[in-house]
């Protein structure tokens, strides 16, 4: 019997189920020029593009998602956002309030994990119990605001 994924909703786009896969990528402009980021964004949902990721590394630059957002929307574009989210847990809870998707990797989400690259027990279920009461908070903002969340599965999650 064949796997069917779990429907998920992200702005007015559903993944997975039996829909479609869905086209997506990133942005590489600097965050803070929001009429690049917009400009871009454009292009690559006119390439074929669902949903448009931006990366959020500080609170300016989550802040700056509901301008960005908001420039698509004049010019006509209705995409999900999601923002890519990295060492900065604050940030991460900011965006989950604007855009419908926050993309993190829970093994640099805190920051600390990297720096170590030999863990005793005892450190490792510390690390564990840190990221467990700082990931919390996200997603109650999560739930309470309908945001998907996507945890990133990589070199950059361990």
């Not at 698509?72 to 995409?79: E, M, P, S």
Request: include cysteine; aromatic fraction near 4%; hydrophobic fraction near 40%.
């Amino acid at each position: 019997m064949p796997y069917i994924a779990k429907e998920v909703k992200v702005g007015n786009l559903v993944l997975g189920g039996t829909h479609p896969i869905r086209i997506q990528s990133m942005t590489s402009t600097p965050t803070m020029d929001t009429r690049a980021t917009v400009e871009q964004a454009i292009r690559l949902v006119k390439a074929g593009c669902e949903m448009v990721r931006i990366t959020a590394p500080g609170l300016k630059e989550a802040a700056n998602l509901q301008t960005i957002k908001a420039g698509l929307k004049q010019r006509g574009i209705d995409v999900p956002l999601i923002a890519d989210i990295h060492f900065n847990p604050e940030a991460a809870e900011m965006a989950a309030r604007l855009v419908e998707k926050v993309r993190i990797n829970p093994g640099n989400y805190v920051g600390r994990s990297q720096t170590i690259t030999n863990w005793s027990e005892r450190e490792y279920q510390l690390e564990l119990e840190r990221i467990e009461a700082r990931l919390y908070p996200l997603l109650k903002i999560c739930k309470t605001h309908g945001t998907a969340i996507r945890i990133g599965i990589n070199h950059g999650s361990l």
